[in-house]
């Protein structure tokens, strides 16, 4: 099984899933955003992504459908080899959402510092 490894300085985590959605709510107009990501060998594939509305910094694409209160799209973007997070106690926390349910970062980390630069890249395989 795929994994993603999340790493802030010496914190880190690592979560055993092949696809995962980044959630967060954005500092400004308060509204949730959300980005599905599956593992691809050593990349983050993003798969699609919604918003709960529109504000500052937040236009959908014009391909967006609006559907059940959301702006979906699919993003066109090649493989990432990582995603840089900043987490700080000014902002909403990101979160990491699975089949289980979603957890913030700072849950997941223990012992994230209060400001930090978190690290998210598929693991590299056995």
């Keep these: 099984m795929s994994g993603i490894c999340l790493a802030a300085g010496l ?3 690592t979560l055993p899933l092949s696809a995962f959605t980044l959630a967060w709510t954005h500092s400004i107009e308060k ?8 593992i691809e060998g050593k990349h983050l594939i993003l798969t699609e992504a919604r918003i709960k509305g529109t504000g500052a910094g937040m236009e959908p ?3 967006a459908v609006f559907k ?9 973007l090649a493989p990432l080899d990582k995603l ?4 700080s ?18 849950v997941i980390m223990k012992g994230l510092p209060e400001f930090a630069r978190v690290e998210v890249k598929a693991c590299p395989s056995p």
């Design 61 to 63: 694409p014009p391909d």
């Design 11 to 13: 914190v880190m985590a």
């Design 68 to 76: 059940d209160g959301v702006y979906r799209y699919r993003p066109k």
């Design 31 to 38: 509204i949730r955003w959300e980005e599905d990501y599956r």
């Design 84 to 87: 840089s997070l900043s987490h």
């Design 89 to 106: 106690p000014f902002t909403a926390g990101y979160e990491i959402c699975s089949k289980t349910g979603c957890r913030p970062l700072a």
